[in-house]
């Protein structure tokens, strides 16, 4: 046996390189994305988008939505999830800070851009859930049996893209200013710019459009062709801007960084720049002059359907709507007397699209006879407002001559408008400009308004509290002295059988 003691060889030195796998990475996203949707606050804005949506969506557009709309109504509800979003990502890339565990942190395999790129990556999840809940409210109205148009994707892209936008500030603030107070701060600004109305108004085209959300001050619906919105560049514009403020916060934090990165910073700041130019473009030419054509030739742009004795003309987007138009003209029809109650109407639908989507300017009545409008927003109040145009051409013969009448056959107008409506003094509170069932009042149209007086106001509230048929058989018996313009109030309430009114019977000036 020898004697020799061997000794044992030492263990040869393992030199480790910290990973670069972004498999690291997503694991990270994923502990801060569930981190992130188990937040307060993250939860209370999602309840309350949920809530939002459900609230504005149940009732809107009177349950006849035109699509072209529609995408824009879902833009609203995920600014406040975003800004709950921007204030979470802030506050968990700032929570080594707070805990003084930065210097255990850096001995993880992760490098430190990597760690900023989980917490940008960990947004996604709430992201996905806004684009649930952009799709549902979006469905919503799509599915409704008198939806019309056809709504936009880019439109549909803004609410989960301001929230990608807004978590990646979250994440650049923390890694720039590293500071607890500099996000609420921020928050704060964003709430009274939008509180306190200091967002461009529509005629600021170069500046309004580099907002996240650009919403039109008005409620006029025109033809999806005509909108004008550069939805898809300002899509492109906030996925630029989102992937480039995200990039800035992965890149400017201390060490080292792939210079692949720096090249995809560089493509998304080109997609910003380049979205962000053309989305402040203006109007195309092309559309100022479909505008124009759509506004003062709509026979041109329109397709025609005959429904019953009546011709139908609308834009092809609203044609499905004809059915309901001749619905209410057959009811209004079936009231009056003499020719009236058989003679054929041309319904052309108007629009004045030449100022664009966020002007209200009036419509012109028609001077042919026996032609009524119809706007394109149906539902609601635009029911009676049509019922009564119609029955203003039956009775005065032409859509102008009914906006100047001052005498008697206001009666007979307001009668055949609303006698056949299942309430009829609701509706006739509705379409009175000032909500009133009794006095004088404007009575609104899809073009000039007509006018009541008092002593008017008073037979028709008489005549909806009689049977229908009665009053019906009254006014189709004396169809011919009702429809003169020599008739008055009084006189009207004879000849239907109700009390002489005591009111004034002239109209206002």
């Given at each position: 046996?020898?004697?020799?003691?061997?000794?044992?060889?030492?263990?040869?030195?393992?030199?480790?390189?910290?990973?670069?796998?972004?498999?690291?990475?997503?694991?990270?996203?994923?502990?801060?994305?569930?981190?992130?949707?188990?937040?307060?606050?993250?939860?209370?804005?999602?309840?309350?988008?949920?809530?939002?949506?459900?609230?504005?969506?149940?009732?809107?557009?009177?349950?006849?939505?035109?699509?072209?709309?529609?995408d824009r109504a879902t833009q609203g509800g995920p600014l406040l999830v975003g800004?709950?979003?921007?204030?979470?990502?802030?506050?968990?890339?700032?929570?080594?800070?707070?805990?003084?565990?930065?210097?255990?942190?850096?001995?993880?395999?992760?490098?430190?851009?990597?760690?900023?790129?989980?917490?940008?990556?960990?947004?996604?999840?709430?992201?996905?859930?806004?684009?649930?809940?952009?799709?549902?409210?979006?469905?919503?109205?799509?599915?409704?049996?008198?939806?019309?148009?056809?709504?936009?994707?880019?439109?549909?892209?803004?609410?989960?893209?301001?929230?990608?936008?807004?978590?990646?500030?979250?994440?650049?603030?923390?890694?720039?200013?590293?500071?607890?107070?500099?996000?609420?701060?921020?928050?704060?600004?964003?709430?009274?710019?939008?509180?306190?109305?200091?967002?461009?108004?529509?005629?600021?085209?170069?500046?309004?459009?580099?907002?996240?959300?650009?919403?039109?001050?008005?409620?006029?619906?025109?033809?999806?062709?005509?909108?004008?919105?550069?939805?898809?560049?300002?899509?492109?514009?906030?996925?630029?801007?989102?992937?480039?403020?995200?990039?800035?916060?992965?890149?400017?934090?201390?060490?080292?960084?792939?210079?692949?990165?720096?090249?995809?910073?560089?493509?998304?700041?080109?997609?910003?720049?380049?979205?962000?130019?053309?989305?402040?473009?203006?109007?195309?030419?092309?559309?100022?002059?479909?505008?124009?054509?759509?506004?003062?030739?709509?026979?041109?742009?329109?397709?025609?359907?005959?429904?019953?004795?009546?011709?139908?003309?609308?834009?092809?987007?609203?044609?499905?709507?004809?059915?309901?138009?001749?619905?209410?003209?057959?009811?209004?029809?079936?009231?009056?007397?003499?020719?009236?109650?058989?003679?054929?109407l041309l319904v052309r639908q108007r629009v004045e699209a030449r100022y664009g989507?966020?002007?209200?300017?009036?419509?012109?009545?028609?001077?042919?006879?026996?032609?009524?409008?119809?706007?394109?927003?149906?539902g609601g109040n635009r029911v009676p407002e049509f019922a009564a145009a119609v029955?203003?051409?039956?009775?005065?013969?032409?859509?102008?001559?009914?906006?100047?009448?001052?005498?008697?056959?206001?009666?007979?107008?307001?009668?055949?408008?609303?006698?056949?409506?299942?309430?009829?003094?609701?509706?006739?509170?509705?379409?009175?400009?000032?909500?009133?069932?009794?006095?004088?009042?404007?009575?609104?149209?899809?073009?000039?308004?007509?006018?009541?007086?008092?002593?008017?106001?008073?037979?028709?509230?008489?005549?909806?509290?009689?049977?229908?048929?009665?009053?019906?058989?009254?006014?189709?018996?004396?169809?011919?002295?009702?429809?003169?313009?020599?008739?008055?109030?009084?006189?009207?309430?004879?000849?239907?059988?109700?009390?002489?009114?005591?009111?004034?019977?002239?109209?206002?000036?």
């Amino acid at each position: 046996m020898s004697g020799t003691l061997l000794e044992a060889a030492a263990p040869a030195v393992v030199t480790t390189q910290p990973s670069r796998s972004w498999a690291a990475v997503f694991t990270l996203a994923r502990f801060e994305a569930r981190k992130l949707l188990s937040r307060v606050l993250v939860l209370l804005a999602l309840a309350a988008y949920t809530g939002w949506i459900v609230w504005r969506t149940r009732d809107a557009f009177d349950g006849y939505p035109a699509l072209q709309d529609a995408d824009r109504a879902t833009q609203g509800g995920p600014l406040l999830v975003g800004l709950a979003v921007l204030l979470c990502v802030n506050h968990a890339m700032l929570r080594s800070r707070r805990h003084d565990t930065e210097r255990h942190l850096a001995v993880l395999v992760l490098q430190p851009w990597q760690r900023t790129a989980a917490h940008v990556l960990s947004v996604a999840p709430v992201a996905v859930l806004v684009t649930v809940g952009v799709a549902v409210q979006f469905a919503w109205q799509a599915l409704r049996p008198g939806a019309i148009g056809h709504g936009s994707p880019s439109e549909l892209l803004v609410g989960p893209l301001v929230v990608l936008l807004f978590g990646a500030v979250g994440a650049l603030l923390a890694r720039v200013l590293s500071s607890l107070i500099t996000a609420p701060l921020l928050i704060v600004f964003c709430l009274l710019v939008f509180l306190l109305g200091t967002i461009p108004s529509p005629g600021d085209d170069g500046t309004r459009w580099l907002y996240p959300v650009v919403g039109e001050n008005t409620a006029k619906t025109l033809p999806s062709d005509l909108l004008g919105r550069p939805a898809a560049w300002h899509a492109l514009y906030l996925l630029g801007l989102a992937l480039s403020v995200a990039l800035c916060a992965i890149v400017a934090h201390a060490g080292r960084t792939p210079h692949a990165l720096k090249a995809v910073l560089g493509g998304a700041l080109v997609l910003a720049v380049v979205g962000g130019a053309c989305q402040t473009a203006g109007v195309p030419a092309a559309t100022t002059a479909a505008r124009e054509r759509a506004s003062v030739t709509p026979e041109k742009e329109q397709t025609c359907v005959r429904e019953g004795r009546s011709t139908y003309c609308a834009f092809p987007e609203w044609t499905p709507r004809t059915g309901t138009w001749a619905g209410i003209v057959d009811q209004v029809q079936s009231l009056a007397g003499g020719t009236a109650a058989t003679r054929p109407l041309l319904v052309r639908q108007r629009v004045e699209a030449r100022y664009g989507l966020s002007s209200d300017s009036a419509i012109d009545p028609l001077t042919k006879p026996g032609q009524v409008s119809v706007g394109t927003a149906w539902g609601g109040n635009r029911v009676p407002e049509f019922a009564a145009a119609v029955a203003s051409v039956l009775v005065a013969g032409k859509e102008k001559a009914g906006g100047e009448m001052c005498d008697g056959r206001m009666v007979t107008v307001m009668w055949l408008a609303l006698g056949a409506q299942s309430d009829p003094v609701a509706s006739f509170r509705n379409v009175r400009l000032d909500d009133s069932v009794t006095g004088s009042a404007i009575v609104l149209s899809p073009t000039d308004p007509l006018s009541m007086t008092t002593a008017q106001t008073e037979v028709v509230r008489e005549l909806f509290d009689r049977p229908r048929a009665e009053v019906t058989a009254k006014v189709k018996a004396n169809w011919t002295e009702l429809t003169s313009a020599k008739v008055t109030a009084a006189r009207a309430a004879e000849l239907l059988g109700v009390a002489v009114p005591k009111g004034e019977d002239q109209c206002d000036e």
